[in-house]
């Protein structure tokens, strides 16, 4: 059974964040850093997908930091759209990064967390496993995943409301180094669709 750690993260802005830590029972072998959903619309740490990933990878050997992002359930700051978000996904990797640093780091999110997390570039990450990303929260030409060389896996729900897979695939055509999954039968909330999820992150850290 993972130990869970509460955490406060400090981001480079001087911004207090509440935070998780799962960690396996042995040594990880690898790591990641999971975004939650948009902050406006109910979006926090415990969100079913961050949630699953959460409680699943560290079976897997995975430790696995979630937190919220400013502004949300006991984090400091305010919403900031996009972009000083960048900052608390910074504070998580360098947090969980530090902790073993000779184990490959994933950054992870799920919609605005997708979206937050492509647009960060990290020395201490190993690649990005982003879920169901509109692709417009963040400018997709402020999105530094686009051009890095670093692996991308995109996962995208077949039905997915905001960016379906046909769209996804135009807007990141020309991206290096990234691959789309698509999840069968599943709308941009994932009902049902966790588990595929979770397998789907398992195949991107191994």
Do not use: Y
Request: contains cysteine.
């Amino acid at each position: 059974m993972a130990t869970l750690t509460d955490l406060h993260l400090i981001t480079s802005d001087d911004v207090t964040l509440v935070g998780q830590l799962a960690t396996p029972t042995s040594t990880p072998r690898a790591l990641m850093v999971v975004c939650h959903p948009h902050p406006l619309r109910g979006g926090s740490m415990d969100a079913p997908v961050v949630d699953g990933l959460f409680r699943q990878l560290p079976e897997q050997q995975v430790a696995t930091l979630r937190f919220n992002f400013r502004g949300v359930e006991g984090s400091g700051g305010l919403h900031d759209h996009g972009i000083a978000e960048r900052l608390d996904v910074d504070a998580a990797i360098d947090d969980l990064g530090n902790r073993w640093p000779d184990v490959p780091l994933i950054v992870a999110g799920w919609s605005f967390g997708a979206d937050v997390s492509l647009a960060v570039s990290n020395p201490r990450h190993s690649g990005w496993f982003a879920v169901a990303p509109p692709l417009r929260i963040v400018p997709v030409s402020e999105m530094v995943a686009s051009s890095d060389p670093r692996p991308k896996t995109l996962v995208i729900p077949e039905h997915d409301q905001f960016n379906p897979p046909e769209e996804a695939a135009r807007t990141t055509a020309d991206w290096t180094n990234s691959s789309q999954s698509v999840v069968p039968g599943a709308d941009h909330f994932l009902a049902g669709g966790v588990a595929r999820v979770v397998a789907l992150a398992l195949g991107a850290l191994s």
